[in-house]
């Protein structure tokens, strides 16, 4: 049985990782239609501020896997 990991813990788990080389993941609607409940997450680099990489909510499970900060016997639970 895989543990469930809270979005909120999973963003947490790599922004302490990605701060090790002056990064953030950050969370933004990406357009002026509020009704719409699409959540994007893109990395940036702190030190140019600028962005490098685009993500939505169903591709962080695997940038996560890919930092390391996602175990193959976790999942992440999308739920608010």
Do not use: Q, W
Request: proline residues 2%; charged residues 30%; positive net charge.
């Amino acid at each position: 049985m895989k543990k469930l990991v809270s979005i909120r813990a999973l963003t947490a788990r790599i922004n302490r990782k990605l701060a090790k080389e002056s990064k953030k993941l950050m969370k933004y609607k990406p357009g002026p239609d509020e009704n719409e409940a699409v959540v994007e997450y893109a990395v940036v680099d702190l030190k140019t501020n600028s962005i490098l990489n685009f993500h939505m909510a169903g591709e962080i499970r695997e940038f996560a896997r890919g930092l390391g900060c996602l175990t193959s016997l976790e999942d992440v639970s999308l739920e608010m």
